[in-house]
């Protein structure tokens, strides 16, 4: 019998073993050196020294991160009344916290997940400069108006506008300050984005530039460039409406999620709400609500924790949940 070390592989059988091999080792290495990062960027040119100051950078990105989660998990056991509407917030949070890391991404991860030997310094993103302008896409239209008021989210902040037409135009939070600065009530825009399905309640555009018309200032989207907030129990209030339905306001895909009472306030609610409406709401219902919301200069949110619509109690739960 012959020793492993007198086997003979065949040459077509060889090369699918080193691929496999190199397949393996990969898998299993899972991490690198610092000295093993060093190398791997010296292939391509790329410093010591600003390999280094990548990671430092990737390593205080990773710690505020953990740090506002550890607080947000702090605002959700602090209190049930607070945690209602602090659980309802976790999720935009948490949706816009990956968004930023993504955008801020090391050069080091990309390159750890790229072929080295073809990749140029001059096409490394820097993490610190802002992001480019955006300009518009193949599926994106125009549209103008005028604007009624502003939408705002759970927070207070400026998320969006309603115009005289009914359309509805949504727009980052984190830029709400910009979008106040740049229209108020009664100012005439053109808006570019992404238009959503038209109902018989209105229809929401994403926009990604809105212009003054008077002016010519055009305001564009852009991510946020430093990580957002958690939200925290001193945003919030309790708060009560009571009015007649002014315009019902929908989401991207038609679903019906909030109400703008007669007084201006917003009343919001999940789309699964919504789903009991979509057959029987109408402008100049009487709505009265409760929960949790804010109220500042640019108006009146509320997210519902109980709502009547006509005087009919309007369940709040989703389907196959009981109360305790």
């Known amino acids: 019998m012959k020793n492993n070390s007198e086997v003979r592989i065949p040459k077509e059988i060889a090369t699918n073993v080193f691929a496999l091999a190199a397949h393996l080792y990969e898998q299993e290495k899972q991490d690198y050196s610092l ?3 060093i190398q791997a960027g010296a292939e391509v040119h790329i410093p010591r020294e600003l390999i280094q100051k990548a990671i430092q950078q990737i390593q205080a990105q990773q710690s505020s991160v953990r740090s506002r989660q550890q607080k947000l998990k702090l605002i959700l056991i602090s209190g049930s009344t607070g945690a209602a509407i602090a659980l309802m917030s976790v999720f935009a949070y948490n949706s816009v916290a990956s ?14 997940a790229t072929d080295l030997r073809n990749t140029n310094t001059q096409d490394i993103p820097n993490p610190l400069q802002p992001p480019p ?3 518009p896409k193949a599926d994106e239209t125009t549209m103008t108006g005028e604007v009624q008021q502003y939408i705002l989210n759970p927070e207070g902040k400026v998320d969006g506008l309603l115009l005289k037409n009914g359309l509805q135009v949504k727009f980052p939070p984190h830029m709400g300050d910009s979008l106040v600065a740049l229209v108020t009530q ?11 399905l038209s109902t018989r309640f209105g229809e929401e555009v994403k926009a990604r530039s809105i212009t003054n018309s008077q002016t010519g200032q055009t305001l564009v989207a852009q991510p946020p460039t430093i990580p957002p907030q958690p939200p925290g129990l001193s945003n919030y209030s309790t708060l009560s409406v009571e009015g007649t339905a002014q315009h ?3 989401g991207h895909r038609g679903e019906i999620n909030g109400v703008i ?3 201006g306030a917003i009343v919001k ?3 699964h709400v919504g789903n009991q409406l979509v057959n029987t709401a109408n402008v100049g219902d009487k709505i009265q609500a409760q929960g949790f919301g804010t109220r500042n200069p640019e108006g009146q949110i509320i997210q519902a924790t109980a709502l009547s619509i006509n005087g009919q109690i309007v369940s709040l739960e989703p389907k196959g949940v009981v109360d305790p």
């Open 35 to 37: 000295e093993e990062l």
């Open 248 to 250: 019902w306001l929908v």
């Open 186 to 196: 009664g100012t005439k825009i053109t808006i570019s984005g992404k238009p959503g």
């Open 99 to 112: 968004n930023f890391i993504g955008t801020q991404r090391s050069p080091v991860n990309n390159l750890l």
């Open 269 to 271: 609610f999940p789309p």
């Open 133 to 135: 302008p955006v300009f």
């Open 261 to 263: 009472v007669s007084n």
